[in-house]
Every structure is written in C-alpha cells, then in structure tokens.
C-alpha cells in the first residue's frame, strides 16, 4: 500500500508571546491520502493556517513529524519538496508582487526550478486555469481578483506540484468569483493526480470541495469526518455541530420564517 | 389627519465619482422607503451598496457628487445640509458601523473614552453621568463585565468584542436610523451571529431603523425584514426577506445558485452571467 501523502503525527506548533511561549496547535495527527481532498475548518486563532504553514516549511514545529510520501520532512524543506508542495493564499492582491507581470510571476518559479520550456509550460498554465492569454504581459493592478487568484493557481500549479496547500483561497472574493474558481479546482481536481488540502473558515466551501474534513478548534483537532456526514450533520463533537448550526445562518428569535435554507426555488 | 412620515425616503440617488476626468456612476437612481424596520441592501463589490449608505449620512468624498430627488430623515430634508448641520444628524439621530472594529476604533483611546465621547458631544453631562451610561450601554450590547472593559483600549479586545464596543459607541445617542457596512464581515460566523443578535434586540427595543449593508445573503436573510438588491449602482430587486429565495431577477437568483450550500451538495457551482440590459 502507498503510504498517505501527507501524515501528521503529534505535531504541535508554538510561537514566542509577551509572557512566554503561546501553543497554537497542539499535538495534532492526521493523513491525507493521494489524490484526496481534506479539509481543515475552524474559526479565527483554531490554528488551521498554521498547521498548513508548518507543512510548508513556514513555520518551524515545535514537536512531532510531518511525512510526505512516506518521506520525513525535517526542518528545511529540500528543492525537490518545495517544488513538490505548493501553496495558494487567500489574498491575491497581497500574494503577487504589484509590480510584475503575470509572465514574470509565472517565470520565477520555473527559473528557480531551473526547468526548461518556460515558454511552452506558461502558455499550458495560463490555458489550465483559463486565462486570456492576453493577459500575460498586464500587471496585477490591471487585472480582476478572480483573475489574480487565477495568477496564483496557475503560478502554484506551473510546477506540477503532488500536493496542493489552499489557505482560504476563496474568501477575499465575492461569491460569483469565489463559484468560478471553486469549479476550477474541481477540474483540475479532475485532470491531475493532486493531492489538496485546503483551510477555510466556511463550511459549506469545505463540503463543496472535500472529501474529509477535519474540524480544529483552539489548536486541537476535535474531529475528522467525511464531507457526507458533516452534511447530514453527523457530527459526534458538539463543537461541530456548534460551527454547523452558525453556518447555516442567523435566526431572529420567534422569526415567523426559516431563514434558511437559501437555495433557489 | 396627518400621514405617518417615513423614517427614511430615498429618491432617485445618484452618485458620481469624477477622478482624473474618468466618471464613473456608482449609485444610478436608487430609491427606498425604510420605517422603522431592517432593510437589507445586498450585492457584489461596486455594486454601490456601501456608497447608498454613506450617501445617505452625507459621507461621500469630496470628489464625488450627489443628487437625488429627495432625500429625508423623518420628513426633514437631507438634501442641502452645510457640514455644520450634518454634525447634528450624524452621530446624534443616524450612526454608522463599519466592517473592521480595528480600523473604526481609535487605537490610543480607552473604551470609555470613545463611548462617552459620542454621548458627551450631543448631550450635556458630566463625567460620572457619561461613565454610567456607557457602562449600561456595554451591558446592553451583552458584555458582561462593562466596569473592566471601560479600561481597555481597542488592541485588548477581541474581534467581536471591539464590534459591540463599536455599536455600543454608536447607539449611545440614541440614534433613529443605524446603517450598518459589512458589520460582522471581518468576524467568525459564531460570534458574527452573536452581533447580529445584538443588534436585532437594539432595534427592536428601541425601535430604530435599520439598514443592514451585506455581500452575505444568509446574515440578510436571517436578519432581516425587507431585502434590495443591487447590482452595478442599481436596485434590480426588492423582496421581503423571507421571499429571497424565490427571488425573481435573474441576478439575485444567480447569486443563490452560485453559492456552496451545506444543504444540497451542487456537482459545480453556476456561473453568474451579467446582462447588460441590467444597466439600462
């Protein structure tokens, strides 16, 4: 059996404070298998970004080991990982340098890689993700938010990574954008062997997407359970169901209508 | 037998941002009644949902040029007000709270200070009469311990903690009219619809308007009594709340259908095409 793309054992993360050092996840296992889509949710300060950072690189863990492919990660990601695992980050108006173009942020990765066919390999990446190819001389002031967001995707996935790490990478977008580039991942979902982990806040977006999802809260893992069961709601942690009832809106008190659901009739 | 004058009438609103000789229409001949109700105002980015409600308060920029066919709080026109008398109306009878209570908060303020600064302004009191005011008013937006949050400044609070240090700033005077931008947008959905809750009780207690200005179609919805719907400066729908899920217009029911539902698994997620025969 292949060992799971990415398998978390014990990991624990902590950051210096004022007053000592402030754990901000703790003792954290879980594997994500090739070809999967798992999930992280929690809310603000639960630790998901970090857990993702710390599979990066970004972050230094405090304890336990993080293995890719069966492969120990130590301190330093080698070249071969870095290329291997890439990320998306939420803000893609803070994620690409404002005065480069899309073909110089799209080169960048392939020099450092020193891959050859730059030329060849920008046009399939800006072709995979749908973006005029008009667009690749124009800055990222000149560009829409979907599109830059398309910029980042397509900068992530130039150097066809295994492993993809999405940090709530709809959530600056309005709801029409944030549709066109969920159903984006859901196509090259399709067409690559990529193994996704993506951390949001919202839970619907998390369902969408995910086969599995893992629900943090206070840098603990609470649960882990499939995107199904979380629908129907099957949660065994209250927190979950917590998390659950809040996404699915506000309700005024003795309101004489439901609210919710918001599908279209 | 007089009429019962609305809170607030809204006309034929346009406005329109000159910078560099480009002109651009954000809000195109909008027009609303509001009671004393919560009326929601929903859309995308630039649909000119925020710019509606810094028209109303008369907040639009320097650059930007306003005209409506009318524009009045309680039957009192808005229209043609000097600075000096807009200070009257602002803060006193309608109030704003913005999206980031990071940004709204003065950093170098304790909590008191900014709470009874609003209620100093507009009322005369002294110091003891303003603390207690604003430690009742922290105990009405449902922070338990008022006495120890009126010694913190804005960086000790947490998120959804400086949102209700924010509209307990704002409603200290006891303002008609609340317009609310984005209010919980920066916030967790849990403690996003704790705000929320406040809010829902403030107005109905004290029997304000409110306009509640949101890209999030489920706070409005939950929210809220009436919905308007905006799209490229325009009102492309009305609704009462509870129907926004029927909605009629080809946009709004765009929107619904665009979003992840948690209810109904969707294989992909509809795309949203604009026509332009929406602008015309």
């Known amino acids: 059996?292949?060992?799971?793309?990415?398998?978390?054992?014990?990991?624990?993360?902590?950051?210096?404070?004022?007053?000592?050092?402030?754990?901000?996840?703790?003792?954290?296992?879980?594997?994500?298998?090739?070809?999967?889509?798992?999930?992280?949710?929690?809310?603000?300060?639960?630790?998901?970004?970090?857990?993702?950072?710390?599979?990066?690189?970004?972050?230094?863990?405090?304890?336990?080991?993080?293995?890719?492919?069966?492969?120990a990660l130590g301190l330093r990601r080698t070249k071969a990982q870095r290329s291997a695992m890439q990320m998306v980050f939420q803000d893609p108006y803070a994620s690409l340098h404002p005065r480069h173009t899309v073909d110089r942020a799209l080169q960048e990765p392939l020099a450092i890689h020193a891959i050859a066919e730059p030329e060849r390999l920008i046009t399939t990446a800006m072709a995979d993700v749908d973006l005029d190819p008009a667009l690749r001389f124009?800055?990222?002031?000149?560009?829409?938010?979907?599109?830059?967001?398309?910029?980042?995707?397509?900068?992530?996935?130039?150097?066809?990574?295994?492993?993809?790490?999405?940090?709530?990478?709809?959530?600056?977008?309005?709801?029409?954008?944030?549709?066109?580039?969920?159903?984006?991942?859901?196509?090259?979902?399709?067409?690559?062997?990529?193994?996704?982990?993506?951390?949001?806040?919202?839970?619907?977006?998390?369902a969408h997407l995910c086969e599995r999802v893992a629900v943090m809260q206070r840098g603990t893992l609470v649960e882990v359970l499939t995107a199904e069961a979380l629908r129907r709601g099957e949660a065994r942690h209250p927190y979950t169901h917590t998390l659950l009832a809040a996404s699915r809106g506000y309700r005024r008190v003795g309101s004489p209508h439901e609210g919710m659901p918001l599908a279209p009739s | 037998m007089t009429m019962t004058v609305p809170l607030l009438?809204?006309?034929?609103?346009?406005?329109?941002?000159?910078?560099?000789?480009?002109?651009?229409?954000?809000?195109?001949?909008?027009?609303?009644?509001?009671?004393?109700?919560?009326?929601?105002?929903?859309?995308?980015?630039?649909s000119g949902k925020s710019t509606t409600g810094r028209a109303v308060l008369g907040l639009v920029p320097a650059h930007g040029s306003v005209s409506a066919s009318r524009l009045a709080l309680n039957g009192e026109d808005l229209r043609h007000l000097t600075q000096h008398q807009w200070s009257r109306y602002r803060g006193r009878r309608m109030a704003l709270v913005m999206q980031d209570p990071k940004f709204s908060l003065n950093p170098i303020m304790t909590v008191e200070k900014q709470i009874t600064e609003a209620w100093r302004l507009h009322r005369r009191t002294t110091a003891a009469e303003a603390r207690k005011h604003a430690a009742a008013m922290l105990e009405a937006v449902s922070i338990d311990d008022p006495e120890r949050v009126l010694r913190l400044y804005p960086h000790q609070l947490s998120g959804g903690m400086g949102q209700r240090v924010?509209?307990?700033?704002?409603?200290?005077?006891?303002?008609?009219?609340?317009?609310?931008?984005?209010?919980?947008?920066?916030?967790?959905?849990?403690?996003?619809?704790?705000?929320?809750?406040?809010?829902?009780?403030?107005?109905?207690?004290?029997?304000?308007?409110?306009i509640f200005i949101s890209h999030n179609l489920t706070a409005v919805a939950g929210l809220c009594d009436r919905v308007v719907v905006m799209y490229g400066g325009r009102v492309v729908e009305?609704?009462?709340?509870?129907?926004?899920?029927?909605?009629?217009?080809?946009?709004?029911r765009a929107l619904l259908a665009a979003a992840p539902s948690l209810d109904e698994p969707r294989a992909s997620l509809a795309s949203v095409v604009r026509d332009p025969a929406w602008l015309t």
Request: aromatic share 4%; proline share 4%; with cysteine.
């Open chain 2, 166 to 210: 924010m509209i307990a700033a704002m409603l200290i005077a006891e303002p008609e009219l609340l317009i609310a931008d984005e209010a919980i947008s920066a916030l967790d959905v849990t403690v996003g619809n704790e705000v929320l809750a406040i809010l829902d009780r403030l107005v109905a207690e004290r029997g304000m308007g409110l």
């Open chain 1, 1 to 71: 059996m292949n060992p799971p793309m990415i398998a978390v054992q014990n990991l624990s993360v902590s950051f210096k404070g004022p007053h000592g050092p402030v754990s901000a996840v703790r003792d954290l296992s879980f594997a994500v298998e090739p070809g999967e889509t798992f999930g992280i949710v929690g809310e603000s300060g639960s630790g998901k970004s970090t857990v993702l950072r710390a599979i990066a690189g970004l972050v230094a863990a405090s304890g336990g080991h993080i293995r890719m492919a069966g492969e």
């Open chain 1, 138 to 206: 124009r800055y990222p002031h000149q560009l829409s938010g979907g599109q830059r967001q398309r910029v980042a995707i397509a900068r992530a996935l130039i150097l066809s990574p295994k492993l993809l790490l999405l940090d709530e990478p709809t959530s600056a977008l309005d709801v029409s954008v944030q549709a066109e580039v969920l159903n984006l991942f859901q196509t090259i979902r399709s067409t690559r062997a990529l193994t996704s982990l993506l951390v949001s806040h919202d839970l619907a977006v998390v």
């Open chain 2, 238 to 252: 009305e609704c009462a709340a509870r129907d926004l899920a029927h909605a009629r217009h080809p946009y709004t």
């Open chain 2, 9 to 46: 009438e809204v006309r034929d609103l346009s406005v329109t941002f000159r910078t560099e000789g480009v002109v651009t229409q954000a809000v195109r001949n909008v027009s609303f009644v509001l009671g004393r109700e919560r009326l929601g105002i929903v859309g995308e980015s630039g």
